[in-house]
Each structure stands twice: as structure tokens, then as C-alpha cells.
């Protein structure tokens, strides 16, 4: 049994991209439909209960696009999901949160553990409570970043302002093991970030959860065979900075759809 249905990915913008990029790279053969909330962004500095609708009207329109599972590709909005989200949708959801919390908790090498993300999914404690559940001895560090999406949406990577910026932040952590970059944009801050933090092990989303959607689609026997699919790209508020930015995040030129919420 497989199914080629597509699998919608969905962020409060671009960065989830960056997700997107790592589920195309391991499983080529799915077709996506992402869909980034341009319209709403930055979710980072938002609500939860704001952001709890801006999900429930993208995850209608995704399910009602045929999707056979979902994506949560933006952490601020899988900070803030209700515990049953997925049955109330009645898809599989993989979110960018629970399979990096299992995989740290359980690699017994890690035993400080800081994490950077927006202010919502810091004041969350999503990441401290999960670990700290799975993994009582491990300690962790929350650490709330929000000038780094801003900066990174403008270009600035590997130049003096963004080291400055990171210097400020990573100085408030004590010594780590690991950094979990708990925001979807911050893959593209892992060069600047190992400068500052030559030792500490850098933990991203994309890749841990390319490999729980793989898992998933697997047990449920929704994995599709093909060789090459293809993603589209929807955003509910379309210009031409989000159409350059989108390519870059994704790592090839895209074209983005419109789609107003309603
Ligand atoms: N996608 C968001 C996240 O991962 C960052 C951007 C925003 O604040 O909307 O938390």
C-alpha cells in the first residue's frame, strides 16, 4: 500500500523551508504543498491563541488539498499546539519540536542543553518540559532570540552585525553539551554559530524530522514510491522579497501561489 497524496508543510513564512529542503532531500519521491502564513508573520512575538487559529484555518485548507499528513514547520506554532490537534484533524502530524526533544533525550551524551528560539516557543518551555520529562538528569537552557529572524531575513549572516548579535545572546548560556536551534530560520545561522561555539554540538530540525516523516508515512503504509514529485508553494500574502527570500530558504528557485485565510 502507498499513497502519493502530497504531505503539507506549513511555517509562519519562509523559514519553514528550511524543513521542507530536508524532507525533499530524503524522501524525493513525496510531494509537498507547503504554505507559509506571510500574511501573519512574525509568529515568533504573537499569541497562542492567535496563532492556535491562524494553524486551524491553514491545516483546513491543507487537509482540504488532499494532504495525507501535516508538517508543523514553524516552532512557534508547534510550541503552542493543543495535545489533540491531531485527532481533532484527523491526520498525522509530525511537528519540528517532539522528534528533536526524543532524539536529545536520548542520547546520553548530552547532559547540558541550551536552546534558542522566539520568545513564544521560549516562554513555551516546550523544549525544557519535554527533555526534562524524558530525561530527568539532563539540564536546560532556554535562552529567547528574537532579533535573529529579522536579521537573517535581511542577509545578514556571516558578517560582523550578526556575530555581534549571536555574541550577545549565546553569552547568556552556560557552558552546553549542545544548542538546539529551536526556530526555523537558524539553520542558516549553524556557520556563524560554530565559530562562536567551536565545542557545542549544533542541533537543527530539518534533518530529525525528515526522518520522523519517513517513519510515520512508513508504519502507515502512506509512503509514496515515486521517484520525483513536486511542492508548490502557497503564501497568503505573495511580493516579490517573499518570492526571493522563499528560494533562498529552500535552496532553489521556487514560485510562490497566493492564498488569502480567510
Ligand atoms: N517560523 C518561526 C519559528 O520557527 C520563526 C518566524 C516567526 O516568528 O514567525 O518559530
Known amino acids: 500500500m502507498h499513497s502519493n497524496r502530497p504531505v503539507g508543510v506549513f511555517d509562519s513564512g519562509v523559514g519553514g523551508l528550511t524543513v521542507a529542503a530536508g524532507i525533499r532531500g530524503l524522501l524525493p519521491g513525496e510531494a509537498?504543498?507547503?504554505f507559509g502564513d506571510t500574511a501573519h508573520l512574525p509568529y515568533g512575538?504573537?499569541?497562542?491563541?492567535a496563532i492556535r487559529e491562524y494553524v486551524q484555518q491553514i491545516s483546513s485548507f491543507l487537509k482540504d488539498s488532499g494532504c495525507k499528513a501535516l508538517v508543523v514547520a514553524c516552532n512557534s506554532a508547534a510550541s503552542v499546539l493543543e495535545p489533540d490537534f491531531a485527532d481533532k484533524l484527523g491526520l498525522p502530524v509530525i511537528d519540528v519540536i517532539d522528534p528533536v526533544v526524543r532524539m536529545v533525550s536520548g542520547d546520553p551524551s548530552l547532559k547540558r542543553i541550551g536552546v534558542i528560539g522566539t520568545r513564544r516557543t521560549v516562554q513555551s518551555k516546550v523544549y525544557s518540559n519535554g527533555i526534562r520529562k524524558l530525561s530527568p538528569d539532563k539540564v536546560v537552557f532556554e535562552v529567547a532570540t528574537p532579533l535573529l529572524v529579522p536579521l537573517i531575513e535581511e542577509g545578514f549572516l556571516h558578517n560582523a552585525a550578526s556575530r555581534l548579535i549571536l555574541k550577545h545572546y549565546l553569552e547568556q548560556l552556560p557552558q552546553i553539551d549542545a544548542l538546539i536551534l529551536g526556530c526555523t530560520h537558524y539553520?542558516?545561522?549553524t556557520g556563524d554559530i560554530s565559530e562562536l561555539l567551536p565545542d557545542v554540538r549544533l542541533i537543527d530540525a530539518p534533518q530529525v524530522v525528515a526522518l520522523e516523516l519517513e517513519h510515520i508515512l512508513e508504519e502507515r503504509a502512506l509512503l509514496n514510491p515515486d521517484e520525483t514529485s513536486s511542492t508548490t508553494?502557497?503564501?497568503s500574502d505573495r511580493t516579490e522579497v517573499f518570492e526571493q527570500m522563499a528560494s533562498?530558504?529552500?535552496?532553489?528557485?521556487?514560485?510562490?501561489?497566493?492564498?488569502p485565510l480567510p
Open 187 to 189: 539553520p542558516l545561522l
Open 45 to 49: 512575538d504573537k499569541s497562542a491563541h
Open 248 to 259: 533562498h530558504f529552500f535552496g532553489a528557485e521556487i514560485h510562490l501561489r497566493e492564498h
Open 233 to 235: 508553494f502557497y503564501v
Open 32 to 34: 509537498l504543498v507547503y
